[in-house]
């Protein structure tokens, strides 16, 4: 690997681990040198990191400290080290300085534009993610019943994850009934489900260690005339969306199609974040599609396209898929066509708002 201001980069924190090893551990290092990749790890890991990685051409070393690190760059003649700032906190910074004697120069932003850009089988790993989420969620639908805490449903559907291949989670999954799913980030609880409140899940799993992201908000009962109509504006804003981001679009112009559009129906203080954001070992990662997103859109990008709205002790509508750009085009993982799912009297039924 060829750097511009450093000569080796230290890789520390456990997700940028996986992305350039492909491989999982909860401790070690990576250093990366011109001459290719090595990951120091301590006796837990060193065994099956040498059999997953050494066939890769990743040389793997036994070590607890940095004495691999100061004996490559000895090797190489390198006096400056590039680092994340983002991820390294003060303390552990100052420790590095002392301990090796090395200049560090931040390399945040090289490092999100690299991962920002998603290799066919990162893609892969994406779409399996989002295809078991999608499956787990159809699965759970006949599941639901008055009186199902929110918590049950979220245990019904991450059981579902594993069942399918998932490692587990990739962020904690947000079960909201009625007036909770007014709240964007709520914390799945104990409320009880009742007639005539609306169901609002966010959930996604990890397959090979990348994420996957949906949002999905049904209807338990007979869902009111605002109720229907806020639906019908978020799902509009979303598929408006699908429709008209490209490739070489900002974040901010991809934003905008969403809020203009809800604006224009009324909506536009109701939708209270940003469209989207990028997905890959995190769940939230480079490019931000928000009001202040100038990061450019660009092919093999995944995101997330997730508008709505929200009536505080009311209820709240998102309508969200992963996607990524391809052929300069948005492209779902999701196939779900995201019609209103309405859950009444033990029958499941679809309401096609429009055509």
């Known amino acids: 690997m060829k750097f511009k201001n450093y000569q080796l980069a230290l890789i520390t924190d456990e997700k940028q681990r996986q992305y350039f090893l492909g491989f999982h551990s909860t401790a070690g290092y990576v250093i990366l040198a011109p001459d290719g990749i090595t990951f120091v790890v301590d006796s837990r890991y060193v065994s099956a990191a040498r059999k997953a990685l050494e066939p890769k051409g990743i040389k793997v070393i036994l070590g ?11 090797e190489i003649g390198a006096k ?8 390294t906190t003060v303390s552990g910074l100052d420790y590095l300085k002392k301990d090796t004697g090395f200049e560090f120069v931040d390399i945040s932003n090289e490092i999100a534009m690299k991962m920002a850009i998603k290799t066919p089988e990162e893609i892969s790993y994406i779409k399996k993610a989002c295809q078991i989420a999608e499956k787990a969620w159809l ?29 587990g989670t990739s962020f904690d999954s947000i079960i909201a009934f009625g007036k909770n799913a007014a709240v964007p ?36 009962g007979e869902p009111d005339e605002k109720f229907l109509k806020a639906y019908l504006a978020v799902l509009t804003a979303h598929v408006k969306c699908a429709e008209g981001i490209v490739n070489g679009m900002t974040g901010y112009e991809a934003d905008k199609i969403a809020r203009d559009h809800l604006q224009s129906l009324g909506y536009g203080k109701y939708f209270t974040h940003s469209l989207g954001h990028g997905i890959g070992v995190n769940i939230h990662e480079f490019p931000g599609l928000s009001p202040k997103g100038q990061a450019v859109l660009k092919e093999n990008m995944v995101f997330s396209n997730e508008p709505g ?47």
């Open 309 to 355: 709205v929200y009536f505080d002790g009311k209820f709240g509508i998102r309508i969200e898929d992963s996607a990524y750009i391809s052929d300069g085009k948005y492209r779902p993982f999701m196939k779900d066509d995201k019609s209103l799912v309405i859950i009444n009297d033990g029958k499941i039924t679809r309401k096609k708002l429009f055509r």
């Open 80 to 87: 400056t080290v590039g680092i994340d700032f983002g991820n």
């Open 185 to 220: 980030h709520h914390e799945t609880g104990n409320a009880k489900l009742k007639k005539g409140q609306c169901i609002l899940m966010d959930f996604g799993c990890l397959y090979k260690g990348y994420c996957s992201d949906m949002t999905r908000t049904m209807f338990f």
């Open 139 to 167: 699965e759970v639908l006949p599941l639901i019943r008055e009186g199902m805490t929110e918590r049950e449903l979220a245990n019904e559907l991450e059981y579902r994850f594993k069942k399918y291949g998932a490692s």
């Open 64 to 74: 607890v400290d940095y004495a691999p690190l100061k004996a490559k760059a000895s």
